[in-house]
């Protein structure tokens, strides 16, 4: 069966800092990967997706994350967070591409403070 | 507005009452979902809708869930003779075509209180 494991719950750092959230999945069957980011009172909204090709997918507000098939894992980053970047942030797979599969981690929060 | 609306989005209510949750999808999105996120867990997938296909009911945790898509667009999620276990935020989150892989659109939630 697929999970998700988001190693860390709650991930505090300074602002211009940089940070990591991780996300490791388990599958036997090839997978697709999301980040899907929650803003306080927002619904979630997609952050970025890797389907295919390059492994290294970015987001608009400068979010990237790898994909690594070795260590089934695709960790999100940036190099220098904002207090708007305060969120909690959520990985999901879908096996096969089937939307209705998705499979969630359990979240990590990310507080960025000044 | 265009995004996914949710209704209400706080509910209070007694343990044995019945409680509906309503939701307005993307105009155009075909694919209708419905979520459950409880404190300290992921998104748990209830039950999905598709078209004019019959619905995935896979994720209803019992036969106290129930759900309908009514003219392919809004949805209602009914939970019967709520429990305290029901207490939750209950997402909806609609999708267009099949090639849109993985992009959901979230509205803010029912969050569902039982006393």
């Known amino acids: 069966a697929q999970s998700v494991t988001q190693l860390d719950s709650q991930v505090p750092v300074f602002e211009e800092a940089p940070v990591e959230l991780r996300c490791n999945y388990s599958s036997s069957v090839s997978v697709y990967l999301f980040w899907y980011v929650q803003y306080p009172n927002q619904g979630l909204q997609l952050l970025l997706k890797?389907?295919?090709?390059s492994t290294l997918v970015k987001s608009i507000n400068g979010f990237e994350a790898e994909f690594n098939k070795s260590q089934t894992s695709f960790h999100l980053r940036k190099p220098s967070v904002h207090i708007s970047d305060t969120a909690e942030y959520f990985c999901a797979v879908s096996p096969s591409g089937n939307n209705r599969k998705l499979i969630w981690g359990l979240g990590t929060s990310l507080a960025v403070n000044p | 507005g265009a995004g996914v609306s949710q209704s209400p989005s706080n509910k209070v209510t007694e343990k044995g009452k019945d409680v509906e949750l309503r939701c307005d999808p993307i105009?155009?999105?075909?694919?209708l979902y419905w979520y459950r996120q409880s404190l300290g867990q992921g998104l748990e997938f209830l039950i999905y809708?598709?078209?004019?296909?019959?619905?995935?009911k896979s994720g209803l945790p019992s036969d106290r869930f129930s759900a309908e898509r009514t003219g392919g667009s809004v949805s209602t999620l009914t939970i019967q003779r709520t429990q305290q276990e029901d207490s939750a935020v209950y997402l909806c989150a609609s999708s267009g075509a099949s090639g849109d892989i993985g992009e959901l659109f979230f509205g803010e939630g029912s969050r569902l209180t039982v006393l």
């Open positions: 890797y389907l295919s090709g």
């Open positions: 809708f598709q078209g004019n296909s019959a619905p995935d």
């Open positions: 105009s155009g999105h075909t694919a």
